[in-house]
């Protein structure tokens, strides 16, 4: 303890203020998700309608990522982490401006607004912890700031079974909420967030920590362009398509307990606390247990993937939920999914920071974000008209896929990085 005390802990307030905005973030995300069966009766959505409204979302979000990505590694993550926050603050409160006249397309404009501005969320989350922390935390601070998706998502239902009635009234507050979140976040971030470097509230102890396995980098930029033909970004685009599994869970879980099991939005909220708190418990699981075989000795490479592959195991039994009749066991196995799925996820963001140099960090992000987020898309325009033509049946195979295909991409990931090899501010070998 007098150790750590001697060093300093900064860094955990910046962590802190991560967590804070994914906490704000995935509580903006998951409000319609969790009002779906509400807002599908109160406007006569089909399923094609509700996916066209995800897609839109989802589009937005894939072109955020690669531009958000590439302004935040040339602005940096204060000015790029802000400018990002801000902009999915008013399209998450323009929600309540939508009428029934035109639901479909106005919430299709909005969802498009939000998805461009949290697009900017996870690559400054990923920079700045690469900042932060040296590489052997990364995946436990990760796994941290990742968590507090959960906590969104679990606040999100409890919200509005509190303030919205059965038959929407008042479905419009819940969008209100996140731009009085938001603006204490900025105010706190600005004031806060200096690179540790120059910050005057870390210690000579903890910059030499966080700095420990520092690569000295030029100031020169690197092009967006520049990462497009290294074998390391598609190997961690390809671990992303697993994101389609993830927005599954969270924009069409709701809908699913309602369609199979009768499930509303006054009765939503404990299934989700059961499913997100594990989904917490798994990141920061995850997290920990990464950096746990690297203390053992093992190596980077080594270390990773044995987790993604346990992390996979996991993951595999949500194939079967659409066999079960009881509900509960259904939302245990979502639940043990959404876990596996988040230590997965805090060591994917991990693989970037582990080989790429940090200026180069949120482009590669953005790009593996785009990737998933294309998968999402297909997986929406398919689901939504499988719903449509075939009924609850469609969620057989929806489960199905999600259960099987870490495997299938994690081996495609090895294939790719066989070694982990890091890459110098050039972007080439370091061993060369």
């Known amino acids: 303890m007098n150790k750590k005390q001697e ?3 900064y860094r955990y307030r910046i962590l802190g203020l991560l967590m804070f905005a994914t906490t704000i973030n995935y509580f903006d995300r998951s409000l319609i998700g969790v009002m779906a069966p509400t807002l599908e009766k109160m406007f006569e959505w089909t399923n094609s309608d509700y996916a066209n409204i995800m897609i839109s979302f989802k589009v937005a979000y894939a072109i955020g990522l690669l531009t958000m990505g590439g302004i935040i590694d040339r602005i940096g993550t204060k000015k790029g982490y802000t400018l990002s926050i801000v902009i999915w603050s008013v399209f998450g409160m323009l929600h309540a401006l939508v009428r029934p006249g035109f ?28 900042e932060w922390f040296p590489k052997k935390d990364r995946a436990f601070a990760t796994g941290l700031f990742n968590a507090a998706t959960s906590i969104g998502a679990i606040a999100a239902p409890f919200v509005i079974g509190w303030i919205v009635h059965e038959n929407g009234k008042n479905w419009q507050i819940p969008f209100l909420i996140t ?6 976040w900025v ?35 690197l092009p967006w362009k520049s990462v497009l033909n290294k074998r390391q970004t598609w190997a961690f685009s390809i ?7 993830w927005w599954f869970y969270l924009f069409w879980g709701a809908k699913f307990l309602a369609d199979s099991f009768g499930v509303n939005i006054k009765n939503i909220a404990l299934p989700f606390f059961i499913i997100y708190i594990l989904a917490d418990v798994g990141s920061v699981w995850g997290g920990y247990l990464s950096g746990a075989f690297i203390r053992k000795g093992w190596t980077v490479n080594k270390a990773r993937k044995r987790t ?18 009881s509900k509960w066991v259904a939302v245990f196995l979502i639940g043990l999914a959404a876990a596996g799925h988040q230590a997965w996820s805090a060591n994917v963001f991990t693989l970037v920071s582990d080989v790429f140099p940090k200026k180069a960090i949120a482009s590669v992000v953005g790009i593996g974000g785009m990737v998933g987020m294309i998968a999402g898309i297909l997986a929406d325009l398919v689901l939504g008209s499988v719903l449509d033509s075939a009924g609850n049946s469609g969620y057989f195979w929806a489960f199905l896929i999600a259960g ?29």
């Not at 731009?179 to 204490?184: F, H, K, N, Q």
């Not at 671990?239 to 599994?245: E, L, S, W």
């Not at 099987?404 to 060369?432: F, Q, R, T």
């Open 7 to 9: 060093i300093g802990n």
């Open 103 to 130: 639901s479909v397309i106005g919430f299709a404009a909005a969802r498009f607004g939000l998805g461009i501005g949290e697009a900017g969320s996870f690559p400054a989350a990923i920079k700045t912890t690469a």
């Open 179 to 184: 731009g009085v979140l938001s603006t204490i």
């Open 187 to 221: 105010v706190l971030w600005l004031r806060t967030y200096k690179k540790p470097e120059v910050h005057p509230n870390v210690t000579k102890e903890e910059l030499a920590y966080i700095q420990e396995d520092l690569e000295v980098e030029n100031e020169e930029k």
């Open 239 to 245: 671990a992303k398509i697993t994101d389609a599994v």
């Open 308 to 325: 993604l592959l346990i992390c996979a195991l996991i993951i595999l039994p949500v194939s079967f939920v659409a066999f079960t009749e």
């Open 404 to 432: 099987s295909s870490y495997i299938i991409v994690l081996g495609i990931v090895h294939a790719l990085m066989p070694k982990m090899i890091p890459l110098d501010e050039n972007l080439k070998p370091v061993n060369n």
